[in-house]
């Protein structure tokens, strides 16, 4: 496609749900990340793929959370057990390489509302 | 945690103005990011510069970088309504293949 894409783009869920949030980078692009960006507040990273494998998921605040992208392309973050307090903006972007000297694309982002 | 604190928090002016937006951050850097974003919602990426660079330009916009202060600044000259927006520093970290965001700096130009 044109660009990063993200679905939903929003998301109401009920406290204690599961739910997947999907990213479609640009073709061709290896690097992903994923970030959550709560109101007033810039990015915060969560994790970073090279092809398949997580190179950094330092970021992932606790074993809720879950990110995989099995074919290299597109990724799905996976939150268990949701609480109000995940409730943020969750961007996905993507780069042709990995490591950052390149810019990065990023996505419309899905917003996750936890009730 | 956030690398990049950008200041001031808020800024308005008039059309036609300029705008100049600072970042700082803590550790060495390969290159440091600006980034907008409208509303809420994706960023867009505006402009890089490399740590053995000292100045930018790309069209209004002209980023300065002093790594001795782990400092950067993005003027936006001539500036317009449409500019209004969240502007973004990012930093990859020396080691790191992340990009580091600050808590941004919200532009409000009048017209």
């Known amino acids: 496609g044109a660009g990063v894409s993200q679905t939903p783009s929003n998301k109401v869920t009920e406290k204690g749900k599961y739910v997947e949030l999907r990213c479609d980078p640009i073709?061709?692009?290896?690097?992903l990340y994923w970030y959550r960006q709560s109101l007033g507040q810039g990015p915060e990273f969560l994790i970073y793929?090279?092809?398949?494998?997580?190179?950094?998921d330092s970021g992932l605040p606790n074993d809720r959370f879950f990110a995989v992208r099995p074919e290299g392309s597109v990724s799905t973050l996976k939150i268990q057990r949701t609480e109000r307090g995940d409730s943020a903006m969750y961007l996905c972007?993507?780069?042709?390489?990995?490591?950052?000297?390149?810019?990065?694309?990023f996505g419309q982002g899905t917003r996750l509302t936890v009730v | 945690s956030q690398q990049g604190e950008e200041d001031p928090q808020a800024l308005s002016i008039q059309e036609g103005e300029n705008a100049t937006m600072n970042c700082s951050y803590k550790?060495?850097?390969?290159?440091l990011q600006w980034y907008r974003q409208n509303s809420g919602r994706g960023l867009v990426h505006l402009i890089l510069?490399?740590?053995?660079?000292r100045e930018k330009h790309s069209g209004r916009l002209r980023v300065t970088l002093d790594t001795s202060k782990k400092s950067s600044s993005l003027l936006i000259t001539a500036s317009r309504a449409a500019d209004t927006a969240s502007y973004f520093c990012?930093?990859?970290?020396?080691?790191?293949?992340?990009?580091?965001f600050g808590a941004g700096t919200i532009l409000r130009v009048k017209s």
């Open positions: 972007a993507s780069s042709l390489i990995g490591g950052l000297n390149t810019e990065a694309f």
């Open positions: 073709s061709g692009h290896t690097a």
């Open positions: 793929f090279q092809g398949t494998g997580a190179a950094d």
């Open positions: 550790t060495s850097i390969n290159n």
């Open positions: 510069i490399r740590s053995n660079e």
């Open positions: 990012a930093t990859d970290g020396y080691y790191g293949n992340k990009l580091v």
